[in-house]
């Protein structure tokens, strides 16, 4: 028997039931767009992390404090001032592999406009920031060196923190708020940035000078630098050998021996990238194995009514091996009809996945991305499933004695 005709007489018998054939590739259907949902939203999440680090700064190199050999143990970063302003000096004046560096000092603090109160992050750092973070106005213009110097009273406002406190559409170019009742002027807004990979919204925050910060919100540590520093490599291809180079300038600025902990530690966006990206494939493949299990479970259901077909129809089994059907033909058509249930379950699969997925992504705001790749892969192992779980009961329907098949009723 040719194989189109096996095939012609698989859709027959399946069509004859279309609910039952339904009702079992449903299993299938399930599983495949389970799978293709947890990956896409999982390559949606980690494309919107790569995005989001990447908004930071490509080039960027974090560098704190701490991280040295105590007498509590090895404390983490930031736990013990050691980087002083000089080595910030150093750091930007004799390093050719860097291009610019900024501290970083943070505290939540209510601020008052004249006509609303806002709990947003206050900010104190350089000008120099904004250039390593690539982040410019939208409207204004930014503090200056000279502002750094004189810790003026100026303010860069975030587009979040600016509508809560003066409402939407409002230029707040201008406006006086009052952080800790001393009066900041505000001199620019910031471009949009968004949520940064943590899920935070980074447009709430008022940046001011650093200086101003030390004065009114925080004192600093004398000759240490407090809080994070950013370091902008010359370039990205540059952070391996300016991370090197950092380590080994303060290293000898600090006197340490070879067999001492730096009393510092760095970090770079890539890192960052790997380990979040990292986690993200962790929970998506925990997620996309539980997807399996119920494409599994679809598997046994096509068995289960492939073996119920084969009762069914062994009297119709009987008389086509008594008309010359070889066990073959036999095997081979209950063995399409498996397949053929289970890839058009896949296909189903396929466009329930990719549906729930946009229309979910829709509603909350995730970034989806199907990858065909995946698509594929989900298409065969679907029809894997049906070839593995219609085995048996194929097998089963070639084996039978046409005598016997014959005599059933």
């Keep these: 028997m040719s194989a189109g005709e096996t095939l012609r007489l698989a859709a027959r018998a399946l069509s004859r039931n279309k609910l039952r054939s339904f009702l079992t590739a449903l299993g299938i259907i399930i599983g495949v767009g389970a799978v293709i949902f947890m990956q896409s939203i999982g390559e949606g999440a980690k494309a919107r992390v790569r995005s989001q680090i990447e908004s930071a700064g490509t080039n960027i190199v974090m560098l704190f404090s701490g991280s040295s050999q105590g007498p509590g143990g090895r404390g983490g970063a930031g736990s ?65 060196a000279s502002d750094q110097a004189s810790a003026a009273k100026n303010a860069v406002i975030g587009l979040t923190a600016a509508e809560n406190l003066f409402g939407p559409g409002v230029d707040p170019i201008g406006q006086i708020i009052r952080i800790r009742d001393a009066p900041f002027t505000i001199i620019g807004v910031l471009e949009r940035k968004g949520q940064n990979a943590m899920g935070n919204d980074q447009d709430d925050v008022i940046f001011i000078p650093l200086s101003a910060f030390q004065t009114r919100m925080q004192r600093g540590l004398g000759k240490f630098v407090p809080g994070r520093i950013f370091v902008s490599a010359v370039s990205p291809d540059a952070i391996p050998r300016a991370r090197n180079e950092i380590a080994q300038l303060l290293r000898e600025r600090h006197r340490l021996g070879a067999d001492e902990e730096d009393d510092f530690s760095t970090s770079s966006m890539a890192e960052m990238t790997s ?32 073996l119920v077909s084969v009762t069914e129809r062994t009297r119709e089994i009987g008389i086509r091996m008594a008309v010359g059907a070889q066990p073959a033909d036999i095997m081979a058509q209950f063995l399409i009809e498996a397949l053929v249930l289970a890839t058009v379950g896949g296909a189903l699969g396929v466009l329930f996945g990719v549906g729930l997925g946009h229309l979910l992504a829709g509603k909350f705001g995730w970034t989806m991305v199907t990858r065909t790749e995946i698509v594929v892969l989900a298409l065969g192992v679907s029809a894997g499933v049906g070839v593995i779980f219609g085995l048996y009961p194929a097998r089963k329907a070639s084996q039978l004695d046409p005598i016997e098949a014959l005599r059933y009723e």
């Design 275 to 306: 380990m979040l990206t990292s986690t993200q494939e962790t929970v998506t493949l925990l997620l996309s194995s539980i997807a399996l299990v119920s494409l599994i479970v679809g598997g046994i259901g096509v068995m289960n009514i492939m």
């Design 80 to 144: 013990q001032p050691s980087i002083t302003w000089e080595d910030l000096r150093a750091i930007q004046t004799e390093l050719s592999s860097v291009a610019a560096v900024a501290p970083q000092m943070n505290a939540g603090q209510p601020v008052i406009s004249e006509t609303n109160t806002w709990n947003t992050q206050i900010t104190g750092t350089t000008p120099d920031y904004f250039i390593i973070r690539n982040w410019p106005v939208e409207k204004g213009s930014m503090f200056t």
